[in-house]
């Protein structure tokens, strides 16, 4: 039986949602069970407006992906974080997903499960090394046993990062097919240690 692997990301303009598809594509490939979801904006539609085509972004990937949930990680014998790089860090939308999750830390429902993480920049070391390993420091609180890409795959030395998939998106089509690549392989990798750790 396959592992339950939970993909948990933020996305504003598609970036890291294309990865995070492609990541549950190399899960399913190693027979896993996945969920997608989209954490939720929490500032109004006045702030929204703001930024060209993200209430529009916004709409289609919240009828497209449910919100997660406290539920969906205790389901999930894998959890991956997905996130544009916000100044080197989490956006505050997975963040304040992440921060929900105290009642099962408090329970021990999180130790062993494991957990890894991917990122979006808008520029070329923008930052998605940093947002990666800053995720890495609530997942060792959580109890999750990290897993990171690794050069595990040829894919790795052409785009991504050791630590997670990523993708540059200034200026071109985002994520490249070498972006998508690794993050087809960070899912295949993580259900089949999730797999094997079940």
Known sequence: MGAKVLIAFYSRSGSTEALANAIAEGALAEGADVRLRRAREFVGP????????????????????????PADVEWADAVIFGTPTRFGISSAELKAFIDSLGGLWFQGKLNGKVG???????????????????????????????????????????????????????????????????????????AQVAAKLK
């Open 46 to 69: 006045e702030i929204m407006a703001q930024a060209a085509g993200w209430p529009e972004h916004a709409e289609r990937m919240n009828a497209a992906y449910e919100a997660p949930t």
């Open 116 to 190: 890894s993480a991917f990122t979006s920049t808008q520029s070329a070391h923008g930052g998605n090394e940093a947002t990666i390993l800053s995720l890495y420091n609530p997942m060792a609180h959580l109890g999750f046993i990290i897993v990171p890409t690794g050069y595990a795959d040829p894919a790795v030395f052409r785009a991504g990062t050791p630590y997670g998939a990523s993708a540059v998106s200034g200026g071109r089509s985002s994520p490249s097919d070498d972006e998508l690549e690794v993050a087809r392989f960070q899912g295949k990798r993580v």
